[in-house]
């Protein structure tokens, strides 16, 4: 996997930005000496902004969307799954309270440069994000969502890739692709984690099954539905195991499908045009927070 720059006569993509995925990494590896017109840190806005700045210039596009989680709301999947990231305490550690702040200034700066800004109550983002790219792609339009998120790894098809920026930077434009990254196609994702289980999201997984044996269970049988047809076949031990966590199985399989039916407003995102050649509106919003 490697970086791609576009060129003019390429389709423009639609950037889907994981907002607190990369606020959070740049919350957590920037400064809070980088402080804003009040004095108050804005280290995540700042280095968000700037990543923003390069993708445009790197994917040639000023199509831009920002989809958001929805803090302080359980999520549907909190009900299939109460102990759903239940490792993880707040975004932004003993810093949360400024993380929310800097939040809330993100999205109101992406909104005075013209970039939708897109989340709903029960759902996380990475729903909204699937949502959008699976509507945009059927319309032909190109996404490419922005995510150091695994998870996403899952929408890749024709239409759908994913740029993450880790350290060297993956971009997922096919099956071979995330096969690379998980050993498994885009459709086995989310019978992998089920069985493998994901750490980061609090998914134990089935016990006694990892990583290998689950990606050789996707690669041999595809879905749940048909390994457990085919139980007969497998060693004693490995049947036992599939057998003792099928409930669990098939529980975390629904806890880590993305949606992709959510309403969403595509026409909005569609005809949206970041501008990073701010007018008189969002340059006054930019110097209140010091962006000036």
Known sequence: MSERRYDEEALVA???IDGYNLMYRSFTSLPRSIVGADKKPINGVYGLLTFLNLSIRQFGTDRVTFAFDTPGFSTFRHDLYPDYQGQRGPLGGEHADDFARQTV??????????????ARERFEADDLIGSLAVALAAEGEHAI?????RDLLQLIRPGIEMYSPSNPPLHARSEDDVRARLGVSPAGVTTFKALAGD??????GVPGIGAKSASSLVAQYGTLENMYEHLHEMPPRLSTKL????????????????LTDLEVPVDEVREAR??????DTSRQILNRFGFG
């Not at 109101?108 to 939708?116: C, N």
């Not at 966590?245 to 993305?258: W, Y």
């Open 105 to 118: 200034i993100l999205q109101e700066v992406a909104t005075g440069l013209g970039i939708p800004v897109v």
């Open 274 to 279: 970041a501008k990073m050649a701010p007018d």
């Open 199 to 204: 750490a980061s999201d609090n998914i134990p």
């Open 243 to 258: 057998s003792e966590g099928r409930a669990e199985a098939f529980l975390f399989r629904q806890v880590v499908t993305v």
């Open 14 to 16: 639609i950037l889907l």
């Open 145 to 149: 969502i922005v995510s150091t998120d």
